[in-house]
């Protein structure tokens, strides 16, 4: 099996699998571990939270959100993530897995890679319910770090694809059509040629659509044109890299394309509403 990354291989609760499911019943995590999770890091896994009810406040690439009763939040690999802490009295399930985790399961999962912009999703009870029993189920296996991995993996499937359809609930006569499809692609192009995408119409070219047609999709569901779609990714990227590596602004702006340091930084601007100094200011506050 793949190393695990960060710190999931010390906390995981399968001999083989990088997995681990946390509620209000089972005790909190080793205090150094407590003491990552509850400050600014950046999550080398999957965390999904369901909050089936009480109150939670979490953040999530400088965004903060108010996850409430009967709603599910989740932070994908590489975002910005601040734990929170629960209302007392609520009562929730997190789960962590790893990407080994979606390697073996039969199917892929487009919630996954958040087309739609929308980390948390409100759940019906019926649904709740199925959710709320997938995770108990799992829970339970996990009682014996050497549950068998088949089962667990069933169940994880089976968790994964009502998140999925719960995801795109509003969007059902959509999910198969081409315009979300083409969307899927060109928001996977941007994620794998973040640093040097090219011009958007040789975009558009790549996946076999018109120049207007990616606009129309990409504005459709982003609530952007494909260029301010671009640009904002990357400068998230940016911020996260700040916050990480804390590169040089020139260093940075190479990384990310830029061959005008200077150009990067008024972009960057434009895009957060302030300047990099600015940014790296306030993150020392964090």
Sequence with gaps: MPKKRGFL????????????????KIPAFPADIQAILSGPHKEPHYFIELMV?????????????KV????????????LHWSGRQKQGSKFFNIVF???????????????????????ITVDQ??????SSLLISMSSLLEDEHAGTEILLAYLNAFLTECNTLYFSGHRIEVKSNKLEKYYEFQQYIENNLTHPGEI?????????????????????????????????????????????????KTLAYDLGFS???????LFK?????????????????
């Design 9 to 24: 291989d010390r906390i995981t609760q399968h001999e083989k699998l990088a997995i681990r499911i946390n509620t209000d």
């Design 98 to 120: 790893d990407e080994n985790c979606l390697s073996l399961l039969p199917q892929t999962y487009r919630f996954l890679l958040n087309p739609l912009n929308n980390s948390l």
């Design 260 to 266: 005008d340091p200077d150009y990067f930084s008024r």
């Design 53 to 65: 009810e009480g109150e939670d406040n979490q953040m999530i690439d400088l965004r903060n959100y």
């Design 201 to 249: 119409h040789s975009i558009a070219e790549k996946l076999a659509v018109s120049t207007n047609f990616l606009y129309q999709i990409v504005k459709q569901y982003s609530g952007h044109s494909p260029k301010e779609f671009l640009i904002n990714r990357i400068m998230l990227e940016a911020q996260r890299k700040l916050y990480h590596e804390h590169p040089s602004i």
């Design 270 to 286: 434009k895009t957060v509403g302030k300047s990099i100094t600015q940014f790296i200011s306030e993150l020392k506050d964090l």
């Design 68 to 79: 409430a009763s009967s709603q599910l939040l989740f932070v994908l690999p590489n975002q």
């Design 126 to 131: 019926q649904p709740l319910k199925r959710l």
